[in-house]
């Protein structure tokens, strides 16, 4: 069973901040998700990455295979960036079932 | 840009009664999904969907849970029996061939049992 840990839980910041959140996981995926979910509760995927860095606009995601962890880090954050953004998992032996951390409140203050 | 839609955005019903959430997917995926995710928790997977029959489900899809796929576009959850533990957030997702392909979501059905 795969642990996902998330850090930090909570984190506030100043508009302009450049923001770093933090995903481990315990077991070998396949691949990761970053996910943005907003109050009311959709979710969109960020990126999905098996290896290296993707760059989406100001989001920048980058993983370490060997060291089972990988970042989402925003730069010049905003306040509409404000949102939980969740860390998700596939594990090797599955190529469906997400495994998810329990999210980063991210409040970006003007 | 093609999305995932879920209907309804929020159900109530009566303890013991049966819902069915209703999910559309991406047209051209063929992978499909329902996960909860229950007020204050990280989200939770249900069950995988694929060529008309369950991939892969946890421990949390018992019997009390069944999907299917009714037609060429639709995707349902149907919960019978429902327990006050059943109020959720429940998500389907939906992705294409490939286990490089991203799963993508519908904006969730908020379900309350009374």
């Known amino acids: 069973k795969n642990e996902v840990e998330q850090s930090p839980q909570n984190l506030t910041a100043q508009e302009g901040e450049f923001i770093t959140i933090n995903c481990s996981y315990s077991?070998?995926?396949?691949?990761l998700h970053w996910l943005q979910q907003h109050p009311g509760g959709g979710i969109v995927s960020l990126f999905m990455?098996?290896?290296g860095k993707k760059k989406h606009g100001r989001l920048i995601a980058t993983i370490n295979i060997q060291e089972k962890h990988s970042s989402l880090h925003i730069t010049a954050s905003h306040p509409r960036d404000s949102a939980v953004y969740i860390c998700?998992?596939?594990?090797?032996?599955?190529?469906?079932?997400?495994?998810f951390g329990k999210g980063t409140l991210l409040t970006v203050n003007p | 840009e093609p999305e995932v839609t879920q209907t309804p955005s929020h159900q109530v019903t009566q303890m013991g009664q049966e819902v069915i959430l209703r999910c559309v997917p991406i047209?051209?995926?063929?992978?499909f999904y329902w996960y909860r995710q229950i007020l204050g928790q990280k989200v939770e997977f249900l069950v995988s969907?694929?060529?008309?029959?369950?991939?892969?489900k946890s421990e949390i899809f018992d019997d009390q849970f069944s999907v299917e796929r009714p037609d060429g576009s639709n995707f349902t959850l149907k919960i019978r029996s429902t327990k006050l533990e059943d109020s959720a957030m429940y998500f389907c997702?939906?992705?294409?061939?490939?286990?490089?392909?991203?799963?993508?979501f519908g904006d969730g059905t908020r379900l309350s049992i009374l």
């Open positions: 997702a939906s992705s294409g061939q490939g286990s490089n392909q991203p799963q993508h």
């Open positions: 077991v070998g995926i396949s691949a």
């Open positions: 990455l098996s290896s």
């Open positions: 998700a998992v596939l594990s090797g032996g599955s190529n469906y079932k997400l495994t």
């Open positions: 047209s051209n995926h063929l992978y």
């Open positions: 969907f694929y060529n008309n029959e369950i991939s892969e």
